[in-house]
């Protein structure tokens, strides 16, 4: 997304300082589902992709996801996104399946 959009609605759920730093549309030059987002958040963390998850709702998100090498939870009710997403292994309908997934990682 764009900053706007971040800070738009993180900002309406008073949730912007829970971040350290945003990736958004301005900071790469080739966005989703490029994995240029997921690899620019990585090197600021100074994190290798396997050491992280990403939590994704469409194929574009999880293909970027993918791309870069991390673990991913696509999490989506919609028919349509399941069949589209064929090389995602973990596919829930809502966070609290994907947060019962999280603690049989860790």
């Given at each position: 997304?764009?900053?706007?959009?971040?800070?738009?609605?993180?900002?309406?759920?008073?949730?912007?300082d829970?971040?350290?730093?945003?990736?958004?549309r301005?900071?790469?030059?080739?966005?989703?589902?490029n994995p240029?987002?997921?690899?620019l958040?990585l090197?600021?963390?100074?994190?290798?992709?396997?050491?992280?998850?990403?939590?994704?709702?469409?194929?574009t998100?999880s293909?970027?996801?993918?791309?870069?090498?991390?673990?991913?939870?696509?999490?989506?009710?919609?028919?349509?996104?399941?069949?589209?997403?064929?090389?995602?292994d973990?596919i829930?309908?809502n966070?609290?399946?994907a947060k019962?997934?999280?603690?049989?990682?860790?």
């Amino acid at each position: 997304s764009y900053r706007s959009t971040v800070d738009t609605v993180l900002g309406k759920h008073q949730l912007l300082d829970y971040f350290e730093f945003f990736v958004t549309r301005e900071c790469v030059e080739f966005p989703k589902p490029n994995p240029e987002p997921y690899r620019l958040a990585l090197a600021k963390l100074g994190l290798p992709g396997e050491a992280c998850v990403a939590i994704e709702d469409t194929i574009t998100g999880s293909t970027a996801a993918l791309g870069a090498g991390l673990q991913l939870i696509a999490v989506t009710k919609q028919a349509v996104e399941r069949a589209r997403l064929t090389d995602v292994d973990n596919i829930v309908e809502n966070l609290q399946q994907a947060k019962s997934l999280l603690s049989g990682w860790i």
